[in-house]
Structures are given as C-alpha cells and as structure tokens.
C-alpha cells in the first residue's frame, strides 16, 4: 500500500503518536506544506520543502556518518526528485544552489548561481508544470504544485524503499533518526517521552 493511502486510512491521532513515519513525514512535513499552498503562502512552501529535503537526507544518510551534507541532499535528490520535462535539465548541483537561494535569500539568486555554477531554477504559479527559458538556458521555471507532487512522489518512494530494503540495523537506525526529528506536542507529552516534569 501507498504509505499516503495508508496515513489517510490511519486513525489521525492514534497513529500520530504510536508510527514514526506518519508522524514525522505525512504529519509534519506534507500536511503543512499543502496548508501552505492552499493558503497561497508560495514562498514558504518552497522553503519548507527544501527544509524538509534536507530533513530527508539526513534520515538517508549512512549509518556511520554523523552529520548530513551538502552531498547527501545532492544524492537525495538525484535519485527521488522528479519533475516531468526537467530531468536533463536540473542537476543535483542546480537544486542544491535554489535550496541555498531559497532558504537564505528568498530568491532565485545563490553564490553558484552568480559564478555560474549552478543554473536558475525559478518556481512560478500558472498551468505550465515546467518552462524552459529559450532566451537563457541556465533557467528553469518550475509549477509551485509540480514541485510539491514530485517532492510528495520523492518522499513515497524513499519511505518504501528505505524500509523496505532495509536489515534490522538500518530500520533501526532510520527509526532512531525518525523518533528524534521535532514534532509538536503537549506537556503532557514531552514530560512522558523525555520523562522529566515541571
């Protein structure tokens, strides 16, 4: 089953609290950024999906390595972001320059960008899910809802794959990564999960 078929047929708050998978990802990362598109709030929607490539990266990253890198997102999203119409044209280097862009800028613009190491990509409103720029081939226009169903397409295969590939170390650690990504909760709730009070 679609792990987004099997969140939609979940009861929402049982499953929050007892499956690291729903809570972290189908609750924490999807439902917002469709809140956000729906509310019209564009930027932020890019930015959080970024975020959350990032986040997603880290929990693909080998078990031995500490920290997440530049690579890891890289490697995430050569092999699970897909956009109709802009595989040969958006590199794993290009996402990784609008990631930068987006998140510290709020623009197209990054420093790979301006050096010329990294193409443009430009996300826009409209009925066309991607536009390639005749005039400048560096720049790619991409559907704000194109970006979203790829990333949300992106994030299906790798929860499949990564569980479903996984030997009992790995699923291990994913669970671990998973369990300690942050999440809303009552007091009530963290007093019980880091077991303090006050």
Known sequence: ??????????????????????RAIYKELKEPINLLIKQKYYRASIILIFSAMDALANLARPNDADMNTPQDFKLWVSRYLRISGTDAKITPEDWWSARNAYIHTHSPFSRDTESNKAG????????VPVWHNPKNPEMVVVNIPTFRDAFFQGIDNFVIEAFASANEERRKVLEERLNKMSVSMSKEEMERKYNRTG
């Open 120 to 127: 443009y990509v430009i996300f826009a409103w409209g009925n």
């Open 1 to 22: 089953m679609d792990p987004a078929e099997f969140y939609e047929e979940c009861d929402g708050e049982m499953s929050y609290r007892e499956d690291p998978i729903i």
